[in-house]
T-cell receptor
Framework: GAVVSQHPSRVICKSGTSVKIECRSLDFQATTMFWYRQFPKKSLMLMATSNEGSKATYEQGVEKDKFLINHASLTLSTLTVTSAHPEDSSFYIC?????????????FGPGTRLTVL | QKEVEQDPGPLSVPEGAIVSLNCTYSNSAFQYFMWYRQYSRKGPELLMYTYSSGNKEDGRFTAQVDKSSKYISLFIRDSQPSDSATYLCAMSEGNAGKSTFGDGTTLTVKP
């Protein structure tokens, strides 16, 4: 099956620093990638949708200047958390979809655990 | 009111039991219905999907959609300890674009 990787799997940083998370589709071309945030015992909260070569579409309430998303190629999207604060600590998960897949299947990465001290 | 409501659980059942997981929704435009399984500290993986109303069976898993009641279910027969995970329902209006997820139900199957 399709594989999506995320790097790093876990990151601890100091408040005020920026953190970049990479999401890669390993064996298919991802025309669309999604970035989610997941709180403990809560569901996936969609942050933004990115299509290769165009600007990301952010969900209401998500600060686009704080969560920078770049989808520069068909296999790579990055999420940069700028000037991170403790409230940004969370589990961030990306998913990818290939054009032409059966309806709406998203392949999820393993997630990145961000802890901001 | 949330668009998708999922029975919160947690559920704990003995091995071999039949498990029923359920979601309700309010958006009548939803046409695609999916169930994902998420193991601890992992990303979700698609388990089953259904288009419109009806049933779909895959091994020990059966997905049911009742659009008239805006209610979907996932049944697991002969549950196994390896089925212990969080199950998320998800729905979308079209075959492109975003899906809306339920909060998940955590299932534990005890040997």
């Amino acid at each position: 099956g399709a594989v999506v990787s995320q790097h790093p799997s876990r990151v601890i940083c100091k408040s005020g620093t920026s953190v970049k998370i990479e999401c890669r589709s390993l064996d298919f071309q991802a025309t669309t990638m999604f970035w989610y945030r997941q709180f403990p015992k809560k569901s996936l909260m969609l942050m933004a949708t990115s299509n290769e070569g165009s600007k990301a579409t952010y969900e209401q309430g998500v600060e686009k200047d704080k969560f920078l998303i770049n989808h520069a190629s068909l296999t790579l999207s990055t999420l940069t958390v700028t000037s991170a604060h403790p409230e940004d600590s969370s589990f961030y998960i990306c998913s990818a979809r290939e054009f032409g897949q059966f309806p709406n299947e998203q392949f999820f990465g393993p997630g990145t655990r961000l802890t901001v001290l | 009111q949330k668009e998708v409501e999922q029975d919160p659980g947690p559920l704990s059942v003995p091995e071999g039991a039949i498990v029923s997981l359920n979601c309700t929704y309010s958006n009548s435009a939803f046409q695609y219905f999916m169930w994902y399984r998420q193991y601890s500290r992992k990303g979700p993986e698609l388990l089953m999907y259904t288009y419109s109303s009806g049933n779909k069976e895959d091994g020990r898993f059966t997905a049911q959609v009742d659009k008239s009641s805006k209610y979907i279910s996932l049944f697991i027969r002969d549950s196994q300890p390896s089925d212990s995970a969080t199950y998320l329902c998800a729905m979308s209006e079209g075959n492109a674009g975003k899906s809306t997820f339920g909060d998940g139900t955590t299932l534990t199957v005890k040997p």
